[in-house]
């Protein structure tokens, strides 16, 4: 069985040189989980960019389906001779596919860039297999919650830990406007929450489902974000009830967050104890950084003093504009 995958082109370049390198290993991670032994290398076909896959026997229509979650490809093609013959769609959304990219921000990552960690972290884990089931993802550095609006597209649920108020309070707003638009049920709670016997901040609770049927029925899909600090992750969330972390660092951050000294490093030293506690066995970890402002080894030491294992890849250090040098880590609980 030999596959064309005819990735989405990109403006800049240069920036899609590395949009190449990130398609790669992210379609090498998915096909290590489907444990096939495959050949995969790009090849420009009629001036579009694809990434030829020839894996040693046939793939089911579920495993298909993971393929489907690549954020990278934009259609599936079963070559044949000189002939590209589509396959059917397989990534249905759960959620109007609009929904992470209308709200515009400064500094806001790109979205593609988001979903391939999302895929990558699913890759990593043991829920692979289960992808379209309804996993909870969280992102402990929210921001204005991308990845977890990525996550809602694809019908997980989602959970958010950020600092900023006006951030999140500008993601309720649009949330919440999103939902009337297009006469979606759901439910809107604010509430306070307590941690360690003190008020440790406030929680925004989206319940939602994709129509009305379903919505009565109690098949139902969850947004949460928490107003707080990312050190107290643990007080906050379950123990084990998290199967995948997503988190895109700031890039420039030279402080930690809620003011304290010890800078972007010094937060994610404190809270990664509590990260690997609300994640689950067999879950993953993916996270991009500015190589600028943090080396690598500095990640993988702490991540690896927490009881995390890192997942070996290739190269994901790219280039995305003068200050900004980025890499990714993946690596997994258990």
């Not at 925004?204 to 379903?214: E, I, L, N, Q």
């Not at 007080?235 to 402080?255: N, R, W």
């Not at 066995?281 to 927490?306: D, K, P, V, W």
């Not at 190269?315 to 040098?325: D, G, M, N």
Request: charged share 20%; glycine share 8%; net charge neutral.
């Amino acid at each position: 069985m030999k596959l064309a995958l005819l990735l989405y082109p990109h403006q800049n370049i240069r920036y899609r040189a590395s949009l190449l390198q990130i398609a790669l290993e992210e379609t090498r991670l998915v096909f290590d989980t489907l444990e096939t032994p495959t050949d995969i290398h790009p090849e420009e076909i009629g001036g579009a960019q694809f990434l030829i896959c020839q894996p040693d026997r046939p793939l089911s229509r579920r495993e298909l389906g993971l393929l489907g979650h690549l954020s990278s490809v934009y259609m599936i093609f079963e070559a044949r001779d000189e002939a590209l013959l589509p396959l059917p769609a397989q990534r249905p959304d759960y959620i109007g596919a609009d929904l992470p990219y209308l709200l515009k921000y400064k500094g806001k990552t790109n979205e593609m860039f988001t979903d391939s960690m999302l895929t990558m972290a699913l890759a990593a884990s043991t829920f692979s297999r289960n992808y379209d089931a309804q996993l909870n993802v969280l992102d402990p550095l929210a921001g204005k919650g991308t990845t977890l609006l990525l996550a809602l597209r694809r019908g997980y649920h989602g959970i958010g830990i950020e600092i900023s108020k006006s951030s999140i309070e500008e993601l309720a707003g649009y949330m919440n406007r999103y939902f009337e638009f297009h006469r979606m049920k759901y439910k809107y709670q604010k509430s306070s929450l307590t941690v360690y016997g003190k008020n440790g901040g406030t929680q925004h609770k989206w319940v939602f489902s994709d129509s009305a049927d379903h919505f009565k029925d109690g098949d139902t899909r969850s947004l949460r974000m928490i107003c707080g600090d990312t050190r107290n992750t643990e007080a906050f969330l379950k123990t084990e009830s998290v199967h995948l972390l997503i988190t895109d660092l700031p890039y420039g951050v030279q402080m930690g967050t809620a003011g304290k000294q010890d800078g972007i490093l010094g937060t994610v030293s404190a809270a990664l104890p509590g990260w690997y506690s609300v994640l689950k066995t067999g879950g993953a970890l993916c996270m991009s950084f500015n190589t600028h402002t943090i080396r690598r080894e500095q990640l993988t030491g702490r991540l690896a003093e927490c009881g995390f294992s890192i997942v070996e890849t290739g190269s994901l250090a790219h280039w995305v504009e003068q200050a900004i040098e980025r890499d990714l880590i993946i690596a997994r609980k258990g």
